[in-house]
């Protein structure tokens, strides 16, 4: 049987695995609100002046805007999160993302105050960017740190569906405010989902402040484990495990906002559908992958988590084709059928097991820091600029969804060339890593204070 991130178990287990996912849902409702927002409507309220497909390339750039972030965020939190506390810094991810996401809905637009409306858009979104930087690495190294023998995989994926449970939460109250009529959409009732978020936050912080360190967190604190400059020390010694980290993303990265965001802007501009025909396939296939990601991650406990992902991405690379086919079918069931067999088998193979195996690629010390630059790195491009490249190639190819198979195809065996050459590590034990690497402090001291 793999070993356990920990010996932990019963309430404390529970309350780390409860609030890491309630509150990785909370900050992914507030970071993809803005997706779909930057799909329907950031176009016509912030850049009215230019034309549609301009306008729409500057929405989904101010989209990119909060991926440029991302990675300082992850730096920032990593260092604190390895160097003074996982559950302080999560706290200051939440109130911050909390924060900005109010004040986006609360922003005048481009009619009442010109420019300095997209300026302050951009602006928030850089402050959303930061906050989910450093809210990811936090939030699935609690749940995994506190996990029971065995079960790192499936605690992980927990955190996980708060990505999909954000984007089910946050498309849902779109596709109610949505339904109406477009003048009242336009003028108020797109800001009713970011406004939201501040009750949301309240409630997150209240779960927050119950937790506790993990055990092999606070183990090597006391025997001198912490490492004095997290980030420059995974850096310099763990550069493989970055690169390793990095190219894995390629397969949900930027796929995944191929699936749910850019999805928006190509039924409704390219294929001339009704918008709800999109929010409503998103959300059904956001709710199956809910449900999928914990088993992906449970199976990766039993069969290692190379299997996992290299089956998933080979599926996403597979069906790429067969998406875009039934996507461009117009059909609305097929559309959402093709959402959802995506999501489910392709998405759901390789974020399941992701967490897991990040916590169990660096060690205790380095940890928050290791997870956070390998995952926010791949961020930047993978994510942010994804719906700008994809609209792009679209444009380039006349409208042809080849080039988007490609693009999807081409990502997802990035991911499973890099996972073939990874290590397999479910059946590492982080205390014993923990342990090792207060050792190795130990014997640094040592060696700095004996005369040689």
Same mark, same amino acid.
């Given at each position: 049987?793999?070993s356990?991130a920990?010996?932990?178990?019963?309430?404390?287990?529970r309350r780390?695995l409860?609030?890491?996912?309630?509150?990785s849902?909370?900050?992914?409702y507030?970071?993809?609100?803005?997706g779909?927002?930057?799909?329907l409507v950031?176009?016509?309220l912030?850049?009215?002046?230019v034309s549609?497909a301009a306008?729409?390339?500057?929405?989904?750039?101010t989209?990119a805007?909060g991926?440029?972030a991302r990675?300082?965020?992850?730096?920032?939190?990593?260092?604190y999160?390895?160097k003074?506390?996982?559950?302080?810094?999560?706290?200051?991810?939440?109130?911050?993302m909390?924060?900005?996401t109010?004040?986006?809905?609360?922003?005048?637009?481009?009619?009442?105050?010109?420019?300095w409306?997209?300026t302050l858009?951009v602006?928030?979104?850089l402050?959303?960017?930061?906050a989910v930087?450093?809210e990811?690495?936090?939030?699935?190294?609690?749940?995994?740190?506190?996990?029971p023998s065995g079960?790192?995989g499936?605690?992980?994926?927990?955190?996980?569906t708060?990505v999909s449970a954000g984007?089910?939460?946050?498309?849902?109250?779109?596709?109610?405010?949505?339904l109406?009529?477009?003048?009242q959409?336009?003028?108020w009732?797109w800001?009713l989902p970011f406004?939201?978020?501040?009750?949301?936050?309240?409630v997150g912080?209240?779960?927050r402040?119950?937790?506790?360190e993990?055990?092999?967190i606070?183990?090597?604190?006391?025997s001198?484990g912490?490492s004095?400059?997290?980030?420059v020390?995974?850096v310099r010694?763990?550069?493989k495990e970055?690169l390793?980290?990095?190219?894995?993303?390629?397969?949900?990265?930027?796929n995944?906002?191929?699936?749910?965001?850019?999805?928006?802007?190509?039924l409704?501009e390219?294929?001339?559908l009704?918008?709800?025909v999109?929010?409503?396939?998103?959300?059904?296939?956001?709710?199956?992958?809910?449900?999928?990601?914990?088993?992906?991650?449970a199976l990766?406990?039993?069969?290692g988590?190379r299997p996992?992902f290299?089956g998933?991405?080979?599926?996403?690379a597979?069906?790429?084709g067969?998406?875009? %086919? +039934? /996507?461009d079918?117009?059909s609305p069931? =097929? *559309?959402?059928? !093709?959402?959802?067999?995506?999501m489910?088998?392709?998405?759901g193979?390789?974020f399941g097991p992701?967490a897991?195996?990040?916590?169990e690629?660096?060690?205790a010390?380095?940890?928050?820091?290791?997870v956070?630059?390998?995952?926010q790195?791949?961020s930047v491009v993978?994510?942010g600029?994804t719906p700008m490249?994809?609209t792009s190639v679209?444009l380039?190819s006349?409208?042809a969804?080849?080039s %988007? +198979? /490609?693009?999807?195809?081409?990502?997802? =065996? *990035?991911a499973a !060339?890099?996972?073939?050459?990874?290590?397999?590590?479910?059946?590492?034990?982080?205390?014993a890593?923990?342990?090792?690497?207060?050792?190795d402090?130990?014997?640094?001291r040592?060696?700095?204070t004996?005369p040689?």
């Amino acid at each position: 049987m793999p070993s356990g991130a920990s010996t932990a178990s019963g309430a404390p287990a529970r309350r780390a695995l409860s609030s890491s996912t309630i509150g990785s849902v909370i900050e992914w409702y507030d970071f993809t609100i803005y997706g779909t927002a930057a799909a329907l409507v950031i176009n016509r309220l912030f850049f009215p002046q230019v034309s549609s497909a301009a306008g729409i390339m500057a929405a989904f750039a101010t989209f990119a805007a909060g991926f440029l972030a991302r990675p300082v965020g992850g730096f920032v939190a990593g260092h604190y999160g390895d160097k003074v506390s996982r559950k302080a810094t999560l706290v200051v991810t939440l109130t911050v993302m909390g924060a900005a996401t109010t004040l986006i809905g609360l922003l005048p637009t481009h009619d009442r105050i010109g420019l300095w409306a997209p300026t302050l858009l951009v602006l928030l979104r850089l402050v959303q960017g930061f906050a989910v930087g450093g809210e990811w690495g936090g939030a699935v190294l609690m749940a995994v740190e506190h996990a029971p023998s065995g079960r790192r995989g499936l605690y992980g994926a927990w955190p996980q569906t708060g990505v999909s449970a954000g984007l089910l939460l946050g498309t849902g109250v779109f596709s109610a405010v949505s339904l109406l009529p477009d003048e009242q959409f336009l003028a108020w009732g797109w800001r009713l989902p970011f406004l939201a978020s501040a009750l949301l936050a309240g409630v997150g912080l209240y779960i927050r402040f119950r937790i506790s360190e993990p055990e092999s967190i606070v183990q090597a604190a006391e025997s001198g484990g912490r490492s004095r400059r997290p980030l420059v020390d995974v850096v310099r010694k763990h550069p493989k495990e970055v690169l390793i980290a990095v190219g894995a993303r390629f397969a949900e990265g930027g796929n995944y906002y191929i699936f749910t965001v850019f999805i928006l802007t190509y039924l409704s501009e390219q294929l001339d559908l009704s918008r709800q025909v999109g929010l409503t396939g998103v959300m059904i296939a956001a709710a199956v992958d809910i449900a999928v990601i914990p088993l992906w991650g449970a199976l990766s406990d039993r069969v290692g988590r190379r299997p996992v992902f290299i089956g998933g991405a080979l599926f996403m690379a597979a069906f790429a084709g067969p998406f875009f %086919l +039934m /996507v461009d079918t117009r059909s609305p069931v =097929l *559309i959402c059928l !093709a959402l959802v067999v995506m999501m489910a088998l392709g998405h759901g193979a390789v974020f399941g097991p992701l967490a897991a195996f990040y916590a169990e690629l660096f060690p205790a010390r380095v940890r928050y820091s290791g997870v956070s630059v390998g995952y926010q790195a791949g961020s930047v491009v993978l994510g942010g600029f994804t719906p700008m490249l994809a609209t792009s190639v679209v444009l380039w190819s006349g409208g042809a969804s080849w080039s %988007l +198979m /490609v693009l999807v195809a081409a990502g997802a =065996l *990035i991911a499973a !060339a890099t996972m073939a050459v990874a290590p397999e590590t479910f059946r590492r034990s982080l205390d014993a890593e923990a342990g090792a690497a207060a050792r190795d402090g130990a014997v640094s001291r040592a060696a700095v204070t004996t005369p040689h």
